[in-house]
């Protein structure tokens, strides 16, 4: 607080008020009601003693808070380029791009465990499995990339309606291809007409369209700025799933995965896997 004395002659009124414009006599800020910080911090739950469980903990659950905010924003750019409202879609893809870059850099925590120190409370997760991870899955499905079988190991979740109406709904490449058949880009109507459920499947007249828009970017300046946004989303997904995969290398060896899966295998089989795949091979043709 700081007291101010009148220049009045008043010597004993004070005023006070608080150094960062509130009153001196307002409620206090509800920050930790607003944000349910309470609620928030009160989820860590570790089952040993270990050290690093902890930070295993809170890491996990800022990864899914992550992907939360990013399915947010995806989603938002998704329905912005239905609406023909690439702008507002470029600026959600801005935003994005800062989540990624926050979500790549939450590896370095898991990889300054040793393969001891994971090793001390790796067997109370029992089959729990980052795999297992509604969220991620839905980012998969929003960017483009289906496969029904994936909802699978979610079909005694809780989330298993979430994940299988993501499978269901347009995916934010589907919409692009969409916008680019309205501005007049040979997409053919079979792309279009493919299943929202069914994987994606490269297709040369989106190859051409994309060829078009980087042969004539001044002419298709929205377009060609929505395909380096999208270049730049796809290579962080990469570079998460790389990190991902050497993170795992260092601490886990070759050994399974939690969730069932063949681990180190497993992850260096999706980490080959690139969203929006014409827009990589097209530049083979530039």
Known sequence: ??????????????????????????????????????ALLAL??????????????????????LFKLLHIEFTTARDRLADDDV??????????????QVALSSWDFFSAMTPGEFAEFREVLGTASGFQSASY???????????????????DASTHEQVSRQLHEPSLYDTVLALLHRRGLPVA???LARPCETPYEPHDSVERAWREVYENSAANRQLFLLAEALTDVAESFARWRYTHLTVVQRVLGGKPGTGGTDG???????????????????????
């Open 137 to 155: 899955r839905r980012l998969e499905f929003l960017l483009g990339n289906k496969n029904p079988s994936m909802v699978l190991p979610h079909r």
């Open 87 to 100: 702008d507002a879609a470029l600026w959600a893809l801005r935003r994005a791009a800062r989540v990624q």
């Open 189 to 191: 109507d079979t792309v």
């Open 1 to 38: 607080m700081v007291a101010v004395r009148p220049g009045d002659g008043q010597e004993d009124a004070v005023v006070t008020r608080c150094p960062y414009g509130g009153a001196a006599d307002a409620p206090p800020t509800a920050y930790a009601e607003y944000a349910e910080m309470d």
């Open 264 to 286: 180190v295998s497993w992850l260096e089989r999706i980490s080959g896997h690139r969203f929006f795949p014409e827009l990589w091979s097209v530049r083979s043709l530039l």
């Open 44 to 65: 860590q739950h570790p089952r040993t003693a270990a050290a690093t469980e902890p930070g295993f903990i809170i890491m996990s659950q800022v990864m899914e808070l």
